[in-house]
């Protein structure tokens, strides 16, 4: 599902000075694998996570994901690489002027998935979520728990092969953190390929699945049923 | 379907949203295709004049008909005939008789009856049109026929026509370049505008490229934006060309009546060239200042 080989990253900040995000990542994600992206801030996380959608490319190194070697994928077929990857934001990225159905109605609208299809999906997702009665809800409604529920049922609603979640907890307190990671655990069970980078250590220790741990932008573990660190 | 309803939609939001923008857009617009229209109907009459006038006469040596001075006899006209194409400046003369005039003037002014109404076969003086080797030799024609007798005067028509071209090539380049200044300054405000309705809604174009939208969906509704005022501004322009154009010209065609004038036809003829400049300017300026915000 992703393959990184080699896979470096720098950024320029300021004049002269330049940031190694990723410094030769090598990782391989199979198929329906659910795998936490751990370390400080600062450790690439983010970075890697951004590769893996095309929002920036690798310096260096290969980067494939669902079949597709991303170096070489032409720029008008990222969208269609972005169709197969659902992606769950730390602060939701709700529209604030649209309600609980059409946020997860629009992303099926503007990838000109026909009407029928999306009156009979959404629902199905918004249910999965836990929900139903929140439909005709705004965003502003919502709390934080369910706003992030809405996210996610936006992000699974195209059925991605793939679904990508950067600090999906990161605004939440412990108790509805541990409810979005159900949620999370019912979508990979699906055999949705899930990838989520965090901090959170309570929940990467209490899930054990498979940790990738970043330093300084080089793996320095990958474990599967681990814990956040070794030394707390 | 829906997808062009969602497009059209989110551009019509994006006008009514920034209405004071949309407004400045339309309204520059309108002023730089005005003076390309008004530019370009110019060269139009440049053309109209010139097609008319050039390679035909250069010099008229008008008959006396008894109106201003006793008639020309035949004998009189074929002397001055000979003597004209003896001549070593002149390259070429032919006679118009006063029923030959009066059909050029019939055809010249075709579409303004009164004037046509309002003359004869009798009013016209026959001429003799004369071409010269050298233009500039003038002088020579006018000292040598002016005393004949039958004579009635000479004219060198270039002055009479290059006077009205120069003075109309001039304000025609000064219209297209003000023209080309303006819709430049429009494409930079149309642009800008773009800019700021693409930040305003910068949420949701995040969202739909992030879920896979495709590259035109995300843009359509900016560009579309942009072709909406250009449009408008080209219409509410060519609005004005056409109200005020063959009224100008009408006034004018009363007070020389040696020239034919552009009407109503030519001014239809440009309302394609001014909606493709205001489509085409809108549409690159909106694209320009995409191509930075919106890729990735």
Known sequence: MIRLEGVTKTFRRGRDGEVTALDDVSVEVTKGEFVFVVGPSGSGKSTLMRL???????????????????????????????????????????????????NVSFALEVIGRRRSEIRERVPEVLELVGLTEKSDAMPHELSGGQQQRVSVARAFVNNPRLLLADEPTGNLDPGTSVEIMKLLDRINRTGTTVVMATHDQAIVDSMRRRVVELEEGRVVRDQSRGVYGYGG | MARWRYVLSEALGGLRRNLLMSFAVILSVTVSLTLLGAGLLLSEQVDLAT????????????????????????????????????????????????REAYDRFTRLFADQPTLVEAIDVATLPASFRVKLENPALFGVIREQFAAYPGVEEIVDQRDVLNQFLRFTTLVRNGALGVALIQLLAAGVLIANTIRVAAYARREQTAIMKLVGASNWYVRLPFVLEGIIAGALGAAVSWGVLYAAVPRVTRDLAREVELLPFIGVDQVIAVAPIMLAAGVGIAALSSLAALRRFIHV
Request: with cysteine; net charge neutral.
């Open chain 1, 52 to 102: 893996l959608t095309r929002e920036q490319r690798p310096d260096d190194g290969e980067v494939w994901v669902a079949g597709k070697n991303l170096r070489r994928l032409r720029s008008w077929k990222v969208p269609l690489l972005r169709r197969e990857i659902g992606y769950v934001y730390q602060d939701f990225k709700l529209l604030p002027t649209k309600s609980v159905r059409e």
């Open chain 2, 51 to 98: 097609d008319d006038w050039t390679g035909r006469v250069e010099v008229s040596i008008f008959l006396c008909d008894d109106r201003t001075c006793p008639a020309i006899t035949t004998e009189q006209r074929q002397r001055l005939q000979q003597d004209l194409e003896a001549q070593p400046v002149v390259a070429e003369v032919f006679y118009e008789s006063k």
